[in-house]
């Protein structure tokens, strides 16, 4: 099977985007996106940030934005656990450091977090493929009806 998926790497980290699927007790599954950001040097568990199709398309406007503004903009996701409420931040930016440009998504959650700084043309390549997945994600598993034989 073939999944769409891109894969943006910095020096010590990276973030995969792709398709995601949200199974719930009881009720019908979802499509979703999912952006995995991970560290390429010691043990460290990737964090995932899961997004609906719309916030994907959000995600991507805000991006577009940035690259054409510049600036910082955060999405922010709460929820409850049995270790008490858990805030993650997904952030996109674009900043200037001695005198050059540069493009990051980072991910913020507790005392984790990972950077990853891009080329414009990958920022907005993530961009693009998350308007794509926030067209292809918009769906709901229906159940099958009964066949009557």
């Known amino acids: ?7 943006i790497y910095s020096k010590n980290s990276g973030v995969e985007i792709s398709p995601y699927e949200r199974r719930s007790t009881g009720k019908p599954a979802e499509g979703r996106i999912v952006l995995r950001f991970f560290k390429l040097v010691g043990k460290f568990q990737p964090l995932r940030f899961v997004v609906n199709p719309s916030e994907g398309f959000e995600l991507s406007r805000l991006i577009n934005r940035i690259c054409e503004a510049g600036g910082k903009e955060t999405l922010t996701h709460k929820y409850d656990s049995s270790d008490g409420e858990t805030i993650t931040k997904l952030a996109v930016e674009r900043y200037e450091r001695n005198n050059r440009q540069g493009y ?3 991910i913020q959650r507790g005392d984790d977090n990972v950077n990853v700084s891009t080329t414009a043309s990958q920022f907005l390549y993530a961009a693009e493929f998350l308007r794509h997945l926030s067209l292809s994600q918009a769906w709901v598993e229906a159940p099958m009806p009964a066949s009557s034989d």
């Not at 099977?1 to 894969?7: G, H």
């Open 1 to 7: 099977m073939k999944i769409p998926q891109i894969t």
């Open 104 to 106: 990051a998504l980072s």
